[in-house]
């Protein structure tokens, strides 16, 4: 069954630096999601992406936030100067018209 | 904006018996989706079921089941013949219809199944 798939599966890096969180959602899917979870609390939407732009973004999406779909097969999320509270599991997901989304693993994001 | 509630942050059950978890959410919507997503310890989010909130009948995923009751916004989700498998974080989801159709979780339950 085909799966999305999210890498590296832990990512540590020191405050400040940028980091990108790669997936690769499944392949004939359109919609495609990134989410957060800060350890212990819940699932949060962050941005959603359709036709090679975002088509909502939540208020944690601010400027230091940026996706891309460069080559039509990955879907990346871009954290620009990161900060602590940025330590989270990221999700990307994705689906089919009308369809439930499919989750990857997820990126566990450390930093220092 | 769409809420989520588990009122349980933590159930047990015994393996074999039979645990329901609850869910209520807010919206003012007609046209919308309701899931459970189940989480183990691997951290992958597994979709456990769902249900279109024009269906009047509950949905049902073999051991899996839901209660939903669209006047009191309530979608619990009942599994049967407990495994120790089940043992996961369960999520209660919610997506509209139509737009980006994000999906709004709530809390999570914890549930621990004892052998």
Same mark, same amino acid.
């Given at each position: ?112 | ?33 309701? @899931?459970?997503? !189940?989480?183990?310890? +691997? ?9 279109? %909130? #024009? ?19 309530? @979608?619990?989700? !009942?599994?049967?013949? +407990? ?9 209660? %989801? #919610? ?21």
């Amino acid at each position: 069954e085909p799966e999305v798939t999210q890498t590296p599966s832990h990512q540590v890096t020191q405050m400040g630096q940028e980091v990108i969180l790669r997936c690769v959602p499944i392949s004939n899917h359109l919609y495609f999601y990134w989410y957060r979870q800060i350890l212990g609390q819940k699932v949060e939407f962050l941005v959603s992406f359709y036709n090679n732009e975002i088509s909502e973004k939540s208020e944690i999406f601010d400027d230091q936030f940026s996706v891309e779909r460069p080559d039509g097969s990955n879907f990346t999320l871009k954290i620009r100067s990161t900060k602590l509270e940025d330590s989270a599991m990221y999700f990307c997901a994705s689906r089919q018209g009308g369809q439930p989304q499919h989750f990857g693993d997820g990126t566990r994001l450390s930093i220092l | 904006a769409q809420t989520v509630t588990q009122s349980q942050p933590e159930m047990s059950v015994q393996e074999a018996e039979t645990v329901t978890l609850s869910c209520t959410y807010d919206t003012s919507e007609s046209d919308y989706y309701l @899931f459970w997503y !189940k989480q183990p310890p +691997s951290r992958q989010m597994i979709l456990v079921i769902r249900q279109e %909130a #024009y269906k009047q009948q509950n949905a049902t995923e073999n051991r899996f089941s839901v209660n939903f009751q669209k006047a009191a916004k309530s @979608f619990s989700l !009942k599994i049967s013949d +407990s495994q120790l498998g089940d043992a996961a974080m369960y999520f209660c %989801a #919610y997506r509209s219809e139509g737009g980006s159709e994000k999906l709004v979780f709530g809390k999570g339950t914890k549930l621990t199944v004892n052998p």
